[in-house]
């Protein structure tokens, strides 16, 4: 079935750089764009970054630009989040999601069970 | 990009119906119709409830349905059942690549 299984998540020092993955099976995965999306505890979901099936075109959220980067290995199903200078704002369930959007359509339709990221030295 | 605004909270009986709703601005809700709602059962993942303002996934119940007026989409949810029970958020795609989540709103059944 569609599934997507994110990995990578721990306990991690501020200032840290731990790379998360998510690896999807059930559909063909280098045809669709992908998202990153975080919850920090008892907190709402936030966007983070998004990547182009192609990896022609990423992009992130102001709160993480220039510290998380964005790509993919489309050879291996495997998307990737690559952190850096974490801080205790970054403590979060990270999420991988299957984007369902063609130009004329937009949605989140599937989702990882998510990888936890908790900042703590 | 700031958060769309939702109620922190919406309560109903079963059988009832209740309406949520998600404000944003020009910049997203009302620039684009492109709001889509997901729902989130604790310790879960969230889960693609509408999506293009009024669009439901195949499997979605037809319980669920989303409209939009200007700025404000709205989720609404007939005949309400204790699995409802959940957090409910809405997303707007804002432009140039972005997309912006509501608080959430938890639904007490």
């Known amino acids: 079935q569609v599934q997507l299984v994110e990995s990578g998540g721990g306990v991690v020092h501020p200032g840290g750089s731990p790379r998360l993955s998510c690896v999807a099976s059930?559909?063909?995965?280098?045809?669709?764009?992908m998202h990153w999306v975080r919850q920090a505890p008892g907190k709402g979901l936030e966007w983070v970054a998004f990547i182009r099936s192609d990896e022609s075109y990423k992009h992130y959220a102001d709160s993480v630009k220039d510290r998380f980067t964005i790509s993919r290995d489309n050879s291996k199903n495997t998307l990737f989040l690559q952190m850096k200078s974490l801080r205790g704002d970054d403590t979060a369930m990270y999420y991988c999601?299957?984007?369902?959007?063609?130009?004329?359509?937009?949605?989140?339709?599937?989702w990882g069970q998510g990888t936890m990221v908790t900042i703590s030295s | 990009q700031s958060a769309l605004t939702q109620p922190a909270s919406v309560s109903g009986s079963p059988g009832q119906s209740i309406t949520i709703s998600c404000t944003g601005s020009s910049s997203d809700v009302g620039g684009y119709n492109y709001v889509s709602w997901y729902q989130q059962h604790p310790g879960k993942a969230p889960k693609l409830m509408i999506y293009d303002v009024n669009s439901r996934p195949s499997g979605v119940s037809n319980r669920f349905s989303g409209s939009k007026s200007g700025n404000t989409a709205s989720l609404t949810i007939s005949g309400l059942q204790a699995e409802d029970e959940a957090d409910y958020y809405c997303c707007s795609y804002a432009g140039d690549s972005t997309w912006v989540f509501g608080g959430g709103t938890k639904l007490t059944v």
């Open positions: 059930g559909f063909s995965f280098s045809n669709y764009d």
């Open positions: 999601a299957k984007y369902h959007g063609s130009g004329s359509s937009d949605a989140f339709d599937i």
